[in-house]
């Protein structure tokens, strides 16, 4: 197998990952309030259970990309962390208390964590030019799991049977189905993802060339187990340079050289604060649906999915845009659509009045607003992120940038859990921090500039 064909296998992998983790959200997020509220949990703790799947992401995240930045391998780490996920999946569905229940979610986000290796295998596994596309398309996918995941939930809500001692119903059911669609990737993992030597601009170029030279010789010109052979050692001295990289490459790090630039500074606080808006929204739905319109899992199910449409819908434009537009001229026009986003939702959709036709199309318009500005944010400040910060230490800065992002998602329900009947708060204090980032944005446009490649284990000799 040629390194084009274990490329392919290996980001089709990633992108079923990702894909498990978006059906994930869609199958816990409708039926956890309910199900909390079966356990006798007091509102705060749908709050709780999704900020703890957070914490521990963002606890788990830069320990994973250390390790994935030393080691040079991913493929070990989401194996391991595959196993929280099965293993909090499994708690969910035996949740016997409300405490088990937001242990469970904890348990869960430690498995999320590998993320910050993922994103880092992929940035020093493509070029910059491609990077932004790359990234649309597997958040695509993540995207994807959100849309399938509704659809799953319409078998799983009419499950109501005994498995042993453990109860499996339209609450507990998608904690069990999880945890084997988790058991399954592993096998996946094994057999379809490798850790490929790590490419920048130029060793891309020179590896696609090879490959289309081998493809065209006949094989008069070259015995074809003397060219597998060449390559297989190609791979080899490939893979030890790039063992050695990796255990160099924290040798003359400095995290307050990294982090402590105006433009990553920007760019984390456009991490927090979307991350941040996005949760609290996503926090605040369904209880808003449930006063206003009366859905149940059912309908939230269906929500749920029609904006997994939407949002795939703007990856795939953004992926495409991405090849138009500079990745800092993306950035600016998703913080101004998500400005737009909470001016409705502060004008229209905090005191919700008059018939229930006109307060569901003033609430479909607010969440089309705010998913519509989501993949412009999402994928290019991901994007420049990778590029302003060291290509060789990339594990560990992804996880620095999930970390903070975790940070937003914990915050998030917490500030949205207490806020439901207080909306004119909640939405003014997010509009106020989106118009403080697209104004940092605006003034920091000149140093979002694109690729530029760091490459910290060779700050040395190039005067850092």
Not at 236 to 260: C, H, I, P, T
Not at 385 to 396: L, P
Request: with cysteine; charged share 15%.
């Amino acid at each position: 197998m040629d390194y084009l064909q274990k490329r392919n296998l290996t980001f089709f992998t990633i992108g079923l990952i990702f894909m498990l983790s978006g059906i994930e959200y869609a199958v816990i997020l409708p039926t956890i309030w309910r199900y909390l509220q079966i356990l006798e949990a007091p509102p705060y703790f749908l709050g709780l259970g999704l900020s703890a799947f957070s914490l521990s992401g963002l606890l788990t995240g830069p320990l994973f990309g250390c390790w994935s930045d030393r080691s040079g391998s991913t493929k070990s780490i989401i194996l391991f962390s595959n196993l929280f996920e099965i293993a909090g999946n499994f708690m969910y569905f035996v949740g016997y208390s409300k405490w088990l229940l937001v242990g469970s979610r904890l348990v869960t986000g430690v498995g999320a964590g590998a993320g910050s290796s993922i994103f880092g295998f992929l940035t020093q596994s493509t070029r910059p030019e491609e990077r932004a596309g790359v990234f649309a398309a597997v958040m695509a996918c993540r995207q994807a799991g959100l849309l399938v995941g509704p659809a799953f939930n319409l078998f799983l809500r009419l499950c109501n049977f005994k498995l042993g001692a453990f109860v499996v119903n339209k609450f507990t059911s998608p904690g069990i189905f999880m945890c084997l669609l988790w058991s399954l990737l592993q096998f996946v993992v094994m057999a379809m993802y490798w850790d490929l030597p790590p490419i920048d601009a130029a060793e891309g170029a020179v590896a696609m060339t090879e490959l289309k030279a081998e493809a065209d010789e006949d094989e008069e010109d070259e015995p074809l187990i003397g060219s597998e052979g060449n390559r297989a050692n190609a791979y080899k001295a490939l893979d030890s340079d790039a063992s050695s990289v990796g255990s160099e490459a924290f040798d003359n790090y400095s995290v307050s050289r990294e982090f402590l630039r105006e433009e990553v500074i920007v760019l984390l606080t456009a991490q927090f604060i979307t991350l941040f808006n996005q949760t609290a929204l996503e926090t605040m739905v369904t209880p808003l649906t449930q006063r206003y319109f009366g859905f149940d899992e059912l309908g939230n199910s269906v929500m749920y999915s029609l904006c997994g449409v939407e949002v795939i819908l703007g990856f795939l434009f953004v992926r495409w845009l991405s090849g138009k537009m500079a990745d800092r001229a993306v950035l600016i026009a998703g913080l101004l659509i998500c400005c737009a986003a909470c001016v409705w939702s502060l004008v229209f959709l905090c005191d919700l009045r008059g018939s229930y036709e006109w307060k569901l199309s003033a609430f479909v318009i607010g969440v089309f607003l705010q998913l519509l500005g989501l993949p412009f944010v999402a994928v290019s400040q991901v994007s420049l992120f990778s590029k302003v910060t060291a290509e060789k230490t990339q594990g560990f800065s992804q996880g620095i940038r999930r970390s903070v992002g975790g940070l937003a998602t914990i915050m998030g329900p917490l500030w949205a859990g207490g806020l439901t009947n207080h909306l004119y708060i909640m939405i003014g204090m997010m509009l106020a921090l989106l118009l403080m980032v697209t104004v940092m944005t605006a003034l920091s446009y000149g140093r979002l500039t694109q690729p530029r490649v760091w490459r910290c284990a060779r700050s040395s000799d190039n005067g850092g």
